[in-house]
Structures are given as structure tokens and as C-alpha cells.
């Protein structure tokens, strides 16, 4: 005896659930794709970072001798070295003249110097010294202390003047204070060519022409502190 066929309602009922069941397994692979393709995103970001993070390293310590705290998301992939307290980036030479008067009971001295100066500038690394690459962003933060005046060695010097009034000698202490003003002033004149801007821009060339090349921008962080030694 043949069996009574089934209402409709039943037929678009499997049909809805077929189709249910399609959009499902549709939807789960869609959701499985979109995962695999953000954890490969995530991946390749990564590496990425890596990488850049290495250059970064690798790029100081060929510059300088020295490698900084390197992190990647904020996570320390390696710490800083600490056999260098003070890195010299620049160094100039600088030359500086010195004129020294002295008038007493009418009878004038008068001692003029010439000195040429080296001026050694860079970073005191008893700060931190640290670079953060940000996959996400691809941004890399350097922070890093102000640069400072290393040393103010005297090469050479010269005097152009040296006069002793009838009464009133130049005495070999006023020599000496002589030698140390022109040295202050030599100091004094290296803050004011420039220097120090310079010494900042040593240390970013490196990092940023290794940044670059991976696409990666740079911002620079400095701390308050600048003196000179």
C-alpha cells in the first residue's frame, strides 16, 4: 500500500533546514578563513617587528658599540648593554681667542691667546637607552637621554699678546686663569655652533636609515636633563 504523501509544510521545513544548515557551514568557514587570514596578518607583523628590531640593534652596535634595550610591543627582546657610560657621537674642532686687561696705577697688562679646541659630544648612557617597535602601528619609539658635552681638550695654543705694563706684570697665576677662561669660553662656544643638534642627528641617521628600509617610521624621545661635564 503506496504511503500518503507528505504535507508541504514538511518539504519547506527540510528545505529550511537544509539551507540553515548550508549558511552554517558557510558561515564556520568564512569565520575559520577570516582567523587563519588575521593570525597570518598577525604573524607576518610579527616577524616583521623582528626584524626590525635586529636592524635596530645591529645598526647602533655597529655605529657605536653598543646595543640598547630593543622591546617589540612593549615586551623586552633584549636588554641593554652597560660596558660604554659615555658614547661620543661628534667631535670638532673649534678655535677660540682670549683677551686678558688689566689696568692699575695707570700702567696697563694686557695677554691675548689663541687656542684651538676639540669639543667631543654625545649621550651619557648611565640613562636609558631603549627602542620599542610597534608591529601594529609600525612605528618604532627611541628614548634616549639629551646629548651632552663630553670634554673640552686643548690641542694647542699660541699667544698673540703679551704685555706687561711699567708697574703692572702679568703674573704666571693670571696666565693660568687665562688658559682656563679661554677653555670656559671654548665650552660656552660649543653649546652655541650647534653641537649638541649634531650629536642627536649621528645617532637618528643610523637608526632611521635602518627603519626605513622596512617601512617602519621613527619618532624620537629625549629626557630633560642636558649638562655638560
Do not use: C
Not at 650647534?194 to 617601512?215: F, N, P, S
Request: without cysteine.
Amino acid at each position: 500500500m503506496p504511503l500518503p504523501p507528505k504535507p508541504k509544510s514538511v518539504h519547506l521545513a527540510l528545505k529550511v533546514a537544509i539551507a540553515t544548515g548550508l549558511l552554517l557551514l558557510a558561515a564556520g568557514g568564512w569565520v575559520a578563513h577570516s582567523a587563519y587570514k588575521k593570525a597570518m596578518r598577525l604573524k607576518m607583523e610579527m616577524d616583521t617587528a623582528v626584524a626590525v628590531a635586529d636592524a635596530m640593534a645591529g645598526a647602533v652596535k655597529k655605529a657605536f658599540n653598543l646595543t640598547p634595550q630593543v622591546s617589540i610591543n612593549s615586551e623586552v627582546r633584549m636588554g641593554q648593554t652597560e660596558p660604554i657610560m659615555e658614547m661620543a657621537t661628534v667631535s670638532r674642532l673649534l678655535q677660540v681667542e682670549y683677551d686678558f686687561q688689566n689696568i692699575w696705577a695707570f700702567s696697563r697688562k694686557r695677554l691675548t691667546l689663541q687656542g684651538t679646541y676639540r669639543i667631543s659630544a654625545g649621550f651619557d648612557l648611565k640613562a636609558p637607552f631603549s627602542v620599542n617597535v610597534d608591529s601594529a602601528a609600525k612605528s618604532i619609539q627611541v628614548s634616549l637621554p639629551q646629548p651632552k658635552i663630553f670634554s673640552v681638550e686643548l690641542v694647542s695654543y699660541k699667544v698673540i699678546r703679551d704685555e706687561d705694563g711699567f708697574i703692572n706684570r702679568v703674573t704666571p697665576a693670571e696666565r693660568e686663569q687665562a688658559i682656563q677662561s679661554m677653555r670656559d669660553d671654548a665650552g660656552r662656544k660649543a653649546l652655541g655652533s650647534g653641537l649638541l643638534a649634531d650629536a642627536k642627528i649621528a645617532m637618528q641617521r643610523h637608526i632611521i636609515e635602518a627603519a626605513t628600509r622596512h617601512g617602519f617610521a621613527v619618532s624620537f624621545h629625549y629626557s630633560e636633563s642636558t649638562t655638560k661635564k
